[in-house]
């Protein structure tokens, strides 16, 4: 640990990390960092000799949030659809309520769009039984989210299997070739983003640095504080961190 600055503005953070000598700061080389223009000025303003890498977490949870808007779109719509379903039947006066279809695994539309949310953060291979049939029955009713979810899943392999820069390069045109080819709009504003960040998300393959270790402690504490409802003792709060996590 060097600083805790409090914000994110470049104006209020680069004058910190310049009281450290320039000597020093020289020795920095590489540092990661989300998709953020402050954070970027910061850097470049503070480190003169330094390669930045956009972090991996944040490109991925990019195209994670495509896939899910997708899905949310999704059961907008079959939400609405099943409330219209159960006004038309009030309004007929049918004897019996309106029942909406059921798959074979039990779930209605709604349910089986809800319930499918963390299989599709997940590879095929790390399913449950559970997983494997809920998502035949997804694929199967909503082909477009199985070719978003093999977007997502060609987008993961391309960070896990890729060992240098060049060849990352290459097959990373491939996969904007097929997100065109799809022609899925979450996805074609996504590979938008990917391409203003191109050349530091692909310096992630020098040396393969992440800071995820510092996003899943940030995400703990993040739990933490709404396991307690919030912080009103901070020094307390501090202590009770670092008892559980120090």
Do not use: C
């Not at 949030?65 to 659809?81: C, T």
């Not at 379903?85 to 009030?90: C, M, N, S, V």
């Not at 291979?125 to 997804?138: D, G």
């Not at 402690?217 to 202590?239: I, Q």
């Amino acid at each position: 640990m060097v600083a805790i600055v409090a914000g994110t503005k470049s104006t209020d953070v680069t004058p910190i990390l310049k009281k450290i000598p320039i000597d020093i700061r020289d020795t920095v080389l590489e540092v990661t960092l989300d998709m953020s223009n402050a954070m970027d000025s910061i850097i470049k303003g503070s480190f003169p000799k330094v390669t930045i890498v956009t972090d991996r977490f944040h490109v991925q949870q990019l195209i994670s949030e495509a896939v899910q808007e997708i899905r949310i779109a999704l059961r907008k719509k079959a939400i609405k659809e099943e409330s219209k379903a159960i006004l038309r039947a009030r309004k007929n006066k049918k004897k019996k309520a309106y029942q909406p279809p059921i798959y074979e695994n039990e779930d209605t539309k709604k349910q089986l769009l809800a319930r499918s949310r963390y299989l599709l953060f997940k590879p095929s291979s790390k399913w449950t039984e559970k997983q494997k049939q809920r998502a035949e029955i997804l694929f199967r009713e909503f082909p477009q989210l199985q070719h978003a979810y093999n977007l997502s899943m060609m987008f993961r392999s391309w960070y896990e299997n890729n060992t240098n820069k060049q060849q990352a390069k290459e097959d990373l045109q491939r996969w904007y070739t097929k997100v065109e080819e799809e022609n899925i709009e979450p996805f074609l504003v996504a590979a938008e983003s990917i391409k203003a960040y191109e050349d530091t998300i692909l310096n992630y393959f020098n040396n393969r640095s992440t800071n995820a270790s510092a996003e899943s402690f940030n995400a703990k504490l993040k739990g933490f504080r709404t396991l307690v409802r919030g912080v009103r003792d901070v020094k307390f709060f501090l202590f009770r961190v670092a008892k559980l996590y120090g």
